[in-house]
């Protein structure tokens, strides 16, 4: 039976390709498609929810695979935008950098990456990708992109250094008031911010006055600004003013800094010299 | 006389579904081969011979349903038809998952039986082949035999019959 079906299927299929279009197998197909097409007209209709149910479906399925291939695409945009904006800022890094140069050719400044903080919250340090090899020694100043002071070094090793911040509670620098030249010493007070001890108890001071540093002690060199004075308290049986710094450096958000080289330091810190 | 009735039952119930209810559920260009696994369960249930024989007419009526070469369909399903059958004889298993095997592998089969069938009768402007649109109509169909075979098997009357699949 098999081979006899098949053979007429053979026969129908030659027949039909040989005819023409107005033969009648083909004619017999117009006609069939002409009978059935007010039922698909009909079901078509009546299941419409039901295609539409699975164009849902079927879309859902492709904007499951459009959304992750959009998120892939925003990552990717996303790191392209961040990478540009870490060139922008480092770009206006270098030129703030190359403004505080310009503007103190007596320094022979080196500008270096900050590698590292330590983890320890009682020690405000932060760590440098430079040492002695490159010319980096014990007690040199560091310096913000804008020509601040941060700190300088009290550990160095052949290709990094350990800088003392100057919100340490171990710093202490040679200071003075700019607008007066009042001499003090800027000690750090471990939490941030950095208080004034001016040596004259009757000197005068302001809230905003700026303090830089006053090179005594040797190991920074004179006139690097420190901060602004913020608050002043009252004078105490002591007769000593509690004066605050903020200092002007952003030391929690430091990337590259600068030090400086020449002139190299004369002395150790302040602790063993009683000024810096 | 019962069975013959059931018989052209199914197929006309299977070529209406085919040709009305099939393209509304199509996913993408994929539309659901109803009277392929109307035939491979029909030839499962009754044997290679009956197999052919509604694989036979199954295709006769789509072709002449459509613009499609007459006979082509129907060489394919009749083919389909009564290997399907004879597998009826070689598998042993109850397991659902046998019919939808079947059907898909089927599906393919029909598809290839197809292309072969026009590229002989020289047939111009065939479909461009697309083996994804094959596999895609090989598992929808594979899919809708789940619900196809258990409803043939309820009609299907025959007194040896011994429903091999459930």
Not at chain 1, 197 to 217: C, H, I
Not at chain 1, 263 to 271: G, L
Not at chain 2, 93 to 102: A, D, E, L, T
């Amino acid at each position: 039976m098999i081979i006899t079906l098949v053979i007429i299927c053979v026969l129908l299929v030659t027949v039909y390709s040989r005819e023409s279009k107005g033969g009648l197998f083909h004619r017999l197909q117009r006609f069939s498609m002409d009978v059935v097409s007010p039922l698909q007209k009909g079901m078509s209709k009546v299941l419409s929810p039901v295609k539409d149910g699975i164009g849902f479906l079927v879309d859902m399925g492709k904007a499951r695979g459009e959304r992750n291939r959009l998120r892939e695409e925003v990552k990717e945009l996303e790191d392209k935008v961040n990478n540009l904006e870490e060139a922008a800022r480092e770009n206006e890094e270098l030129k703030k950098m190359i403004a505080v140069k310009e503007s103190n050719p007596q320094l022979d400044l080196v500008v270096v990456d900050v590698i590292g903080a330590n983890p320890d919250i009682w020690e405000q340090t932060i760590q440098v990708g430079a040492g002695y090899d490159d010319g980096l020694q014990e007690y040199m100043a560091i310096l913000s992109e804008d020509g601040s002071l941060v700190g300088r070094i009290i550990v160095c090793t052949a290709n990094s250094s350990l800088v003392q911040l100057i919100t340490d509670g171990k710093s202490s620098i040679g200071a003075k008031l700019q607008n007066n030249a009042e001499m003090g010493i800027a000690k750090g007070q471990g939490g941030g911010g950095v208080r004034l001890e001016l040596r004259n108890q009757y000197a005068e001071v302001n809230k905003g006055d700026v303090v830089v540093t006053s090179g005594m002690g040797g190991t920074c060199p004179p006139d690097i600004p420190i901060g602004t004075i913020t608050e002043i308290s009252e004078r105490s049986a002591d007769l000593s003013i509690g004066i605050l710094i903020e200092p002007r450096a952003r030391l929690t958000r430091l990337e590259k800094v600068m030090v400086v080289v020449s002139p190299p330091p004369k002395t150790s810190p302040i602790e063993a010299e009683g000024g810096g | 006389m019962h069975h013959r009735l059931t018989f052209f039952v199914i197929l006309i119930v299977a070529l209406l579904i085919q040709l009305t209810v099939a393209p509304e559920i199509s996913i993408g260009t994929v539309i659901p081969d109803v009277l392929l696994v109307a035939t491979i369960c029909w030839a499962l249930l009754e044997g290679p011979g009956q197999g052919a024989l509604f694989g036979f007419f199954g295709g006769l009526l789509e072709d002449i349903f459509s613009t499609a070469v007459l006979g082509v369909s129907a060489f394919a399903k009749t083919l389909i038809g009564y290997f399907g059958g004879e597998l009826r004889q070689r598998i042993v298993s109850k397991s659902v998952i046998w019919p939808m095997i079947i059907v898909f592998f089927g599906s393919i089969l029909q598809e290839l039986a197809k292309f072969a069938a026009w590229a002989m009768v020289g047939l111009e402007d065939r479909p461009p082949f697309s083996f994804g649109v094959i596999a895609g109509l090989a598992l929808y169909n594979a899919l809708i035999a789940l619900v196809i075979y258990p409803v043939i098997g309820r009609f299907a009357v025959r007194e040896e019959r011994v429903t091999l699949f459930q």
